[in-house]
């Protein structure tokens, strides 16, 4: 398996428009993670899904961040719309079970100016 | 409230030696504690995952220790490679039975170089 697949890598976009991110779950894992990670703040979970339905979005900041899982292989992270401090690294991981080692993805760097 | 202390914050050390990173927490209920190593620019990777039951877990040169009782963990690296040079993550799981709820709390990890 080629690991979790985030895209894009990097994205650099102006305050206020729309942002989305994708991720390609470990084939057979039923859980799907979002994290976010600043320097400021560090790692922080967002939300995640257990078989394509969202469990936890606490973490979500506010109502401009969306996630969806529309079937086992692909998640997107949307913000709308986005604000410099939405710069950061977003990651994405999977795991068979809660309790389980996730896998990370490599992260998308978001910068908004 | 749950917090992850992680000490030292950075570390220096000679290729080849031995370091040892500390983690201490306060997250109720526990159900396992993580350590995670990070490359730069890269994601983290998990090295141990340990549950209240178990002291030590060792993977390769990496062995992680935890004491329940004074909620203290510890990652041992040992003769240490340029290649460990990274930061070192201790995250604490609490999982709510009730609502399956997975709620993890980060620390601000350890950053590690190693010296040739």
């Known amino acids: 398996d080629a690991g979790v697949i985030q895209s894009p890598r990097h994205e650099v976009t102006e305050m206020g428009q729309e942002v989305t991110l994708r991720c390609k779950p470990i084939?057979?894992?039923?859980?799907l993670f979002w994290y976010r990670q600043t320097m400021m703040r560090g790692l922080e979970l967002l939300i995640y899904?257990?078989?394509?339905?969202?469990?936890?979005d606490s973490g979500m900041p506010e109502d401009r961040f969306s996630a969806k899982m529309p079937n086992a292989s692909f998640s997107t992270l949307k913000i709308q719309p986005s604000e410099p401090r939405d710069s950061a690294v977003y990651f994405c991981a999977s795991s068979q079970g809660l309790a389980d080692t996730q896998y990370f993805g490599p992260g998308t760097r978001l910068t908004v100016l | 409230k749950n917090q992850v202390e992680q000490s030292p914050q950075s570390l220096i050390i000679l290729e080849g030696k031995n370091c040892t990173l500390q983690?201490?927490?306060?997250?109720?209920?526990?159900?396992?504690l993580r350590w995670y190593k990070q490359d730069t620019g890269r994601g983290p990777v998990s090295l141990t995952i340990m549950t209240f039951s178990e002291n030590t877990k060792s993977n390769g040169r990496y062995t992680a220790t935890l004491d329940a009782d004074t909620k203290q963990s510890s990652l041992h690296i040992t003769a240490s490679q340029l290649s460990d040079s990274a930061s070192y993550i201790c995250v604490v799981t609490s999982l709510h039975a009730s609502g399956g709820s997975y709620i993890p709390t980060f620390g601000r990890g350890t950053s590690l170089i190693v010296h040739p």
């Open positions: 899904f257990n078989n394509n339905v969202p469990i936890d």
């Open positions: 084939s057979g894992h039923d859980y």
């Open positions: 983690c201490n927490y306060t997250v109720s209920p526990f159900s396992n």
